[in-house]
């Protein structure tokens, strides 16, 4: 039996199934990690040298590398986890959702103070095309 | 006996978190949010629970990936604030009631509801904004507070009808306790936000009102709504909102409304609080 997925025409969103976590598993394995100090500290030192030690792809890495956080939600990234990467990096919750949607953050942070981002045209694939 | 006499909804924005902590709440942006909080910070002086039952969510904070429970209670004595990566917050030690959760536990696995027990968990700001936004800045938590955490991280969580069902049970369980307490079921996460992806940033006001009309006057219909609604028009995070069913479920159907706010935003995500009685508490039954 094939598993049912009705999110997949949903605009502009990963959904954090089984599938991406089970791509992502050592992705998001090593995002947990940084939430000890000491491993941030080591991270921080030598960021390849640190990824080095966990069973991801190379893919996976480079996309740790340049903070692309659309790439690595795309490879299995859950936000939660990925928010231990920019926690790191001193960036709030704010400064990264903007990073994902092409908005600086004062532009984003504006669209926030108007009342965000309207679900006219943003509810299916075939709207927002 | 034990009694459920009141329910509180309220999201649990990490940022909302930080303007308590580094003293914000007088600011501009934050002055708005907390204003709708002022109602409830009175209401539970004259309330005083004895016990907080706290449906919230981990934000890949106790549990990671190596392990992650759809329902698990929280039975230990204590639980410390977590560090989520940049220190834990300046909060109170979360002081738990083990012999109710013991019973809780007993009562709805009986009840055909599978839970996962915990006793050693860190508690993140799905459990601890909400404290803070009712309790305020104190030394100690001023009742004890029994942890539930769904898993709303990875796809799928529970159902909003399992949720539901779940606090018709945890009605039962709780009111079968032999000793008197004066209990509360809180439910917390949403209301809609999406923190990820090109998307990120929805905000759906009509989605969210009509959620918030129905968990008071239909929550056996509202319960049946499927998590693509959710995700499509309350955003991917937006389905933490299935867990305000648990606290509506363990009511009874006849609730008086004390307090209903909303507010857009905090940091990415529409802000909801209900304050609701049982009519037989506020009726003094």
């Keep these: 039996m094939s598993t049912v997925k009705p999110y997949h025409d949903i605009p502009g969103t990963t959904i954090f199934d089984f599938d991406m976590a089970n791509k992502g598993y050592h992705l998001n394995q090593f995002a947990m990690s940084l939430m000890k100090a000491e491993n941030r500290e080591r991270f921080k030192a030598e960021e390849r040298a640190y990824l080095d030690e966990w069973a991801m792809t190379e893919e996976q890495k480079q996309s740790v590398l340049a903070r692309d956080y659309n790439w690595m939600m795309s490879l299995g990234g859950n936000v939660y986890f990925l928010a231990k990467i920019f926690s790191t990096d001193g960036l709030s919750f704010q400064a990264a959702a903007a990073s994902m949607t092409g908005m600086t953050q004062e532009e984003y942070a504006q669209m926030m103070l108007e009342g965000g981002r309207t679900p006219v045209g943003n509810l299916y694939k075939k709207e927002s095309q | 006996m034990a009694k459920i006499t009141a329910g509180v909804a309220t999201s649990h924005v990490p940022a909302i978190g930080v303007a308590i902590d580094l003293g914000k709440t007088e600011q501009p942006y934050w002055k708005p949010v907390f204003a709708g909080y002022e109602y409830v910070k009175e209401w539970i002086k004259e309330q005083k629970p004895d016990v907080i039952f706290l449906v919230y969510n981990d934000h890949a904070t106790a549990f990671d990936l190596s392990m992650i429970p759809t329902f698990a209670i929280g039975c230990a004595p204590e639980f410390k604030p977590a560090d989520e990566g940049w220190g834990a ?194 009726a003094g039954v």
Aim: one cysteine or more; hydrophobic letters at 40%.
């Design chain 2, 89 to 282: 917050r300046p909060v109170p030690v979360v002081k738990g009631h083990p012999v109710l959760a013991a019973h809780i536990t007993q009562s709805l696995i009986q009840d055909n509801f599978d839970l996962t027990i915990v006793n050693e968990m860190d508690v993140d700001h799905g459990l601890t904004v909400p404290l803070s936004l009712v309790f305020g800045q104190v030394e100690e938590w001023p009742c004890l507070i029994i942890p539930f955490a769904v898993n709303v991280v990875i796809y799928p969580p529970p159902s909003g009808q399992r949720c539901y069902d779940l606090g018709k049970a945890l009605r039962k369980a709780i009111e079968s306790f032999p000793e008197d307490l004066n209990v509360q079921v809180w439910g917390t996460g949403g209301m809609s936000h999406q923190l990820q992806g090109p998307r990120a940033g929805l905000i759906n006001k009509e989605f969210d009102n009509e959620f918030l009309d129905r968990l008071i006057a239909e929550p056996a219909e509202l319960a049946k709504e499927p998590h693509i609604r959710y995700v499509r028009e309350a955003g991917s995070e937006g389905v933490e909102l299935v867990m305000w069913l648990i606290m509506r479920g363990a009511l009874e159907d006849d609730i008086e409304v004390k307090q209903r706010f909303y507010h857009v935003p905090a940091s990415n995500t529409a802000v909801g609080h209900l304050v609701l009685e049982n009519s037989s508490h506020s």
